[in-house]
């Protein structure tokens, strides 16, 4: 079995026992990591601190280099990535429309190369015979990163990368379902970057929260789940620590009743089932109107009858299994839920009858608001597609969830579509399109979907806090 140790100060570290980590394909341990104490997190963030010392002063060029070796060693080990990635989070190499281990290790080398290159250059705002005025950006501190296990690898890097991009370091805690890969990384990382910028710690239970309430932290970043971001939030309280959180979504998709239903189907199959619906910004809730239902139901039936399901390491798969078995646990409750709301299962509805995690692509029709399906994160390969007549009502009801993550307008009309996207409660909107993100563009939610965004220049800047400058003259 594969062991690996966590990282502090440079030094790979052993803790107090271990973590199996489990094949979802298999429901067996394939690797172990090392436990931390809470003496280890101190550890961690007291070398995080010594290190800051140091790395806050580098110069711009100097991180950006750092960064961009980074890349370099995640693209010199992108199989072994991949494949680490594919065991641990059950992600299939390929995937559904090309989104598994291959994109998820491929984006990460690309954002460290795009993030590498992003400037927050001083900003000059008054320069006159009275004073110069500048606005300078400054490293926060010591940055607690926690990961889930959807993305484990992509958003360790969404964390990591702009924080050390911008003068911070880091202590990290992986998901304890998944943090293999990331492990890894931080390996690879270590011979690129000082000892102490970036640490790592593993935990289950008490790991997380001596992490995040500890007063030499200067900012959490976290991503998961709505419960655990408000408990992060309380903890941030105490020091005034700064916060993002990106606590998921149920996201709508509103499709118009103008659309070439064979022509939309296969890219709205898409945005509900890649990763098994197991990506925060996945369409999680399918409003279609009445006049095209039963054509939209039967195509998105037939695609979740003929996606191949399996394991991840085999190259015909397009699904995988759900990460874990609590996981699986949620998305059977939620099809029993469903069943007895009266929902009508066009395809799938139980778990498969194999090893491992799985669960049947399910498409259940004839739900509206109020059910459980449709009103929570099912988080899981289960799409309620729901009827609707009035589009300025299906607005309102897309927007009477409490998460506000993504949205879509699906039109053959783009300038109807892009009037009623805008009218959509959500941190991102899309046209003729669903859960699109890149590198350059802000990614956040609103309401309680999170607090800040990530990527390009917005998500770096808050990194960093201001320094306002003025100089008399
Ligand atoms: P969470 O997403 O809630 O995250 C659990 C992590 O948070 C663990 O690493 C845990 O560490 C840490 N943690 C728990 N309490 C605290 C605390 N008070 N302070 C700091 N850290 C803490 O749990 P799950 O992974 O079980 O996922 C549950 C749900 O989250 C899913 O059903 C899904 O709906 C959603 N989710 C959303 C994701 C997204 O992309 N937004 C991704 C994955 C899941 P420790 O055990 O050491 O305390």
């Not at 003496?39 to 060029?61: G, H, M, R, Y």
């Not at 927050?120 to 110069?132: E, G, S, T, W």
Request: net charge negative; glycine share 10%.
């Amino acid at each position: 079995m594969l062991q690996l140790d966590m990282m502090i100060d440079g030094q790979a570290v052993k803790g107090t026992g271990t973590i199996d980590v489990i094949n979802p394909a298999t429901g067996s341990p394939f690797a172990a990591v090392q436990r931390a104490t809470v003496d280890q997190v101190n550890e961690a963030v007291q070398s995080a601190k010594n290190a800051f010392a140091s790395w806050s002063q580098t110069s711009d060029s100097e991180r950006q280099t750092a960064c961009n070796k980074l890349a370099a060693a995640i693209e010199a080990n992108m199989p072994e990535l991949m494949e680490l990635v594919t065991k641990e989070s059950g992600k299939p190499m390929g995937g559904l429309n090309g989104v598994g281990a291959g994109m998820e290790v491929g984006g990460s080398m690309a954002w460290t190369q795009f993030t590498a290159g992003l400037e927050l250059p001083v900003d000059v705002i008054q320069d006159d015979d009275n004073a110069r005025v500048e606005v300078h950006r400054k490293p926060l501190g010591v940055v607690a990163s926690i990961t889930p296990w959807n993305w484990p690898l992509l958003i360790a890097i969404w964390h990591v990368v702009p924080a050390i991009r911008t003068g911070n370091t880091v202590v990290i805690k992986p998901s304890p379902f998944t943090p293999v890969a990331t492990t890894r990384f931080v390996e690879l990382a270590q011979e690129v970057l000082p000892p102490g910028v970036l640490n790592l710690v593993n935990g289950e239970g008490d790991v997380g929260g001596a992490l995040t309430t500890h007063p030499d932290i200067a900012k959490i970043v976290f991503t998961g789940s709505t419960a655990t971001g408000r408990k992060i939030m309380e903890s941030a309280s105490a020091s005034l620590k700064r916060l993002t959180l990106e606590l998921g979504g149920n996201d709508a998709g509103i499709v118009l009743p103008d659309v070439d239903v064979k022509e939309v189907a296969p890219k709205i199959f898409g945005a509900c089932f890649h990763n098994n619906g197991q990506t925060c910004a996945a369409l999680k809730r399918l409003y279609v109107h009445e006049s095209q239902y039963e054509e939209m139901c039967s195509e998105l039936a037939k695609m979740a009858q003929q996606v191949k399901v399996g394991d991840g390491l085999a190259e015909d798969t397009e699904l995988g299994p759900i990460q874990n078995e609590a996981q699986l646990n949620i998305v059977t409750s939620l099809a029993e839920s469903a069943r007895a709301d009266g929902g009508r299962f066009l395809t799938g509805g139980k778990r498969m009858d194999r090893e491992g995690y799985f669960f049947e692509p399910t498409i259940v029709a004839d739900l509206t608001d109020g059910s459980r399906l449709v009103d929570e994160e099912p988080f899981g390969p289960i799409v309620p597609v729901i009827k609707y007549s009035d589009v300025d009502e299906v607005i309102a009801r897309a927007n009477a969830n409490e998460r506000g993550l993504g949205g879509s307008v699906w039109s053959s009309d783009t300038n109807k579509a892009i009037e009623f996207a805008q009218k959509l409660e959500c941190g991102s909107a899309w046209v003729n399109q669903h859960g699109t993100i890149q590198p350059n563009a802000p990614f956040g939610g609103v309401k309680q979907s999170g607090v800040g965004v990530e990527f390009g220049t917005y998500g770096l800047e808050e990194y960093t806090s201001i320094q306002t400058l003025n100089i008399a003259k």
